[in-house]
């Protein structure tokens, strides 16, 4: 079972990290002292009963004070699978991807325009069609890397923020390893392939508090 404490100097913060059903990121805000719940459509790896099971959508109005992103679906908003909208893979067509586009655009809209003091959004770089079709869309905040975080391996990703500070690297590490590319196929490579690296769910705990006890100071 896992409890928070509260912290000294500031009141702790209500948490929701939203498409993540590994707790990683919500174990992390933990430590800091924050009330912390994940949300998936999966049940929760570590049987937490600070998990819930359902859209993140429908608790964007619960009155939280940050909401970070882990990992939406972002297959047909990625600049690298652009090309599947004018040639699709086997046994899709056109017409599913424009739509899983306009699915995948709309969620992200959701998020970023949640009534949240404090976002933050982990996606890779989009391309043209999906920044087309997201209200209110903003180019990200920065690009970071697992080594930079004490991980010896690449995997470019982008957070976009919205009052929060960019990360500072934590632990510049040797190896950049592209591990995650070169996954074998099996039933869960995607659940592989879009773990949260313990490292930066640190470095976005820690340094998010230190940046509110500045703005609460």
Known sequence: MNSYRPLAGLQSMRVLVACEYSGTVRNAFLAMGHDAWSCDLLPSEDGSNRH????????????????MVAHPPCTRLCN????WLTKPPPGKTKEEMWRELEEGAS???DFWNAPIDRIAIENPVMHKHAKARIANFE?????I???????????????????????????????RAPRVH????????????????????????????????????
């Open 80 to 83: 690298s699978g652009v090309r």
């Open 182 to 217: 070169r996954m074998p196929p099996s039933a869960d490579r995607w659940k592989e392939r879009s773990r949260f690296y313990p490292g930066i769910a640190k470095a976005m705990a820690e340094q998010w508090t230190e940046a509110a006890m500045v703005e609460a100071a």
């Open 145 to 175: 890397q697992p080594w930079q975080f004490g991980h010896g391996e690449t995997k470019r990703t982008c957070l976009w923020l919205k009052n929060l500070p960019p990360l500072v690297p934590t632990n510049i590490v040797d190896g």
């Open 52 to 67: 819930i099971v359902g859209d993140a959508r429908d608790l964007l109005n619960d009155g939280w004070d940050l909401l």
């Open 139 to 143: 180019e990200f905040a920065q690009s």
């Open 107 to 109: 969620l992200f809209s």
